[in-house]
């Protein structure tokens, strides 16, 4: 049984840094293509970051030179370094994998989630 546990969210005030994680069960993060997902009320989920056999990574526009994603294989779990935060970053984070290319991984065509973990930037 997969399962993708998030942690690492909170309440941040602008500017500052967060390190969310994504420790899998289940499943070996490195032969998937994992991504971060977000969702603010209101809006639609949007792809944040992602990593592919553990070396490609990909990122939205809006987090560009903000956010890194890398992975522990050792640890199995996957990260998403987040600074230089802005109110708009305010959401439910999510991660997920699976067997997919590219354009799954960006458009979320993914079959493994995990729960989310909240993150709320403050101005």
């Known amino acids: 049984q997969v399962q993708l546990v998030e942690s690492g969210g909170g309440l941040v005030q602008a500017g500052g840094s967060l390190r969310l994680a994504c420790a899998a069960s289940?499943?070996?993060?490195?032969?998937?293509?994992t991504g971060w997902f977000r969702q603010a009320p209101g809006k639609e989920r949007e792809f944040v970051a992602g990593?592919?056999?553990?070396?490609?990574?990909t990122y939205a526009d809006s987090v560009e030179g903000r956010f890194t994603i890398s992975g522990d294989n050792a640890k199995n779990t996957v990260y998403l370094q987040m600074n230089s935060l802005k109110p708009e970053d305010t959401a439910v984070y999510y991660c997920?994998?699976?067997?997919?290319?590219?354009?799954?991984?960006?458009?979320?065509?993914?079959?493994?989630w995990g729960q989310g973990t909240q993150v709320t930037v403050s101005s």
């Open positions: 997920a994998a699976d067997i997919v290319g590219y354009s799954r991984l960006v458009g979320g065509h993914l079959d493994y």
């Open positions: 289940g499943l070996t993060f490195s032969r998937y293509a």
């Open positions: 990593l592919q056999s553990g070396i490609r990574t």
